[in-house]
């Protein structure tokens, strides 16, 4: 067992989801401990381990890479409570169709499935409240830098709507369904503005999006996995 830490490389998913159901069904429970310790990592719990990871979520088990409904399938048959928060996230941060999967490994239960649902429409909504508050709740004034989109000039009402539209449009569509994620406005905005945006939404994704993540989903309190 004292190779497993290498996760992302080997076994892949099919592996390991044999493996644990294996170890599980035969009662050997130091290598079923084993198997899902080395998922605490990127499956974190706090967001100071999060931020640090190297490896999140579905990325540790490498090519071909799996179903996120097939990981979170595994995860609540073998009970593994702390990752399926954000394996739950995964699944969510997906297209609808892909969240409706075909194969059998990745037919979700249907309360499951009906709180992932909801868990999208509510991420939708908080996705556009946090573009909205970086954008017109923070103080983005005219910047004097050309290749910025808010060095509109003094007087130019008309091209500063433009530019937080265009702004709120890279927040929001950027992050409609994965909240989790840095931030990215490529050259829209300046190093200064795009840093305040970024600064911004760090704290957004902190205080706000993994407080709730489990509730969101239909899941326990962090403190409750």
């Excluded at 399926?84 to 169709?97: I, K, N, R, T």
């Excluded at 003094?154 to 909240?179: K, M, P, T, Y």
């Excluded at 200064?192 to 902190?206: I, K, P, Q, T, V």
Aim: hydrophobic content about 45%; glycine content about 8%.
């Amino acid at each position: 067992m004292s190779r497993f830490p290498a996760r992302h490389k080997v076994p892949d998913f099919t592996t390991f989801a044999s493996l644990l159901r294996m170890a599980s069904k035969y009662g050997f429970s130091d290598a079923r401990e084993g198997l899902i310790e080395d998922l605490r990592a990127a499956y974190p719990t706090k967001w100071d381990n999060f931020v640090a990871a190297r490896i999140l979520g579905d990325d540790i088990f490498g090519l071909p890479k799996p179903h996120p409904n097939a990981i979170l399938n595994l995860f609540l048959e073998q009970n593994v409570k702390f990752a399926l928060p954000f394996a739950a996230y995964q699944a969510c941060s997906g297209s609808s169709s892909a969240l409706v999967g075909g194969e059998p490994d990745t037919v979700l239960p249907l309360h499951t499935l009906a709180s992932i649902i909801q868990g999208m429409g509510v991420m939708k909504q908080l996705a556009a409240f946090a573009a909205h508050a970086m954008v017109y709740l923070h103080d983005l004034g005219v910047c004097p830098e050309r290749s910025c989109v808010l060095n509109v000039g003094i007087d130019s009402a008309e091209g500063r709507r433009d530019a937080l539209s265009r702004i709120f449009g890279a927040v929001f569509v950027g992050s409609e369904c994965d909240l989790l994620s840095p931030l990215s406005l490529g050259t829209l905005v300046c190093v200064d503005c795009a840093n305040r945006l970024e600064r911004a939404h760090f704290d957004y994704r902190r205080k706000v999006v993994w407080t709730i993540l489990p509730s969101l989903l239909g899941l326990e309190s962090w403190e409750g996995v």
